[in-house]
């Protein structure tokens, strides 16, 4: 069963400035399964990227993934008031269990 | 447009069995790829994937949980329903539903449900 592990757990940042996530996994994340989830409080989480890199439908373009193997990244070039937010990575290779990491929350310094 | 509801009840007691439903639109579990998937997310803690159902009924559970867990479908009425054994306070969680397209996306949640709050408690 793959673990995922995700660091930092709080990100105090700026609006403006860029953030860099991080996840990893403890064995190797098949064919670059792996998505990242944003989630705001009181709301459902949304997906932004799906195979490490791609961007999901109507995610912009600050946001972008990178990685393979057992090392991830999430990257928003420049933080919009709106992506003050948990970040969650998961994994999806080709059997269960589809496990994710313990988040990353960005917060407002 | 695809939506996702899940129903059942607030509050269960300690060893009753939770029984959850996920009606869906705008997509077909009888369409070849197409799967759903429930998650919970315990108050301020992160989201645990518990279940999976695809189009030609194969059905996936989590490891730690799958002597509890029962999934199954019905096409039909566009629903896919949840049962939990022996639930115990630690189960309380916001329980969702997902869309899982394979062929799209591979297993990811596209579409997700607004989630129900279930608390175990005497």
């Known amino acids: 069963e793959i673990v995922l592990t995700q660091s930092p757990g709080t990100l105090s940042l700026s609006p403006g400035e860029r953030a860099t996530l991080s996840c990893r996994a403890s064995?190797?994340?098949?064919?670059?399964?792996l998505a990242w989830y944003q989630q705001k409080p009181g709301q459902s989480p949304r997906l932004l990227i799906y195979g490490a890199s791609s961007r999901a439908t109507g995610i912009p373009d600050r946001f972008s993934g990178s990685g393979s193997g057992t090392d991830f990244t999430l990257t928003i070039s420049k933080l919009e008031p709106e992506d003050f937010a948990v970040y969650y990575c998961q994994q999806y290779g080709s059997s269960p269990p589809f496990s994710f990491g313990p988040g990353t929350k960005v917060d407002i310094k | 447009q695809v939506t996702l509801r899940e129903s059942g009840p607030a509050l269960v007691k300690p060893t009753q069995t939770l029984t959850l439903t996920c009606t869906f639109s705008?997509?077909?579990?009888?369409?070849?790829?197409?799967?759903v998937s429930w998650i919970r997310q315990p108050p301020g803690k992160a989201l645990e994937w518990l279940a999976r159902i695809d189009w030609d009924d194969d059905k996936f559970y989590s490891t730690s949980l799958k002597t509890r867990l029962t999934i199954s479908k019905d096409t039909s009425k566009n629903q896919v329903v949840l049962t939990m054994t022996n639930m115990d306070p630690v189960d309380t969680a916001t329980y969702y539903c997902a869309r899982v397209p394979i062929t799209i996306f591979g297993g990811v949640f596209d579409y997700w449900g607004q989630g129900t709050l279930v608390t175990v408690s005497s």
């Open positions: 705008g997509f077909s579990l009888s369409t070849s790829g197409m799967c």
């Open positions: 064995q190797t994340v098949s064919s670059s399964y």
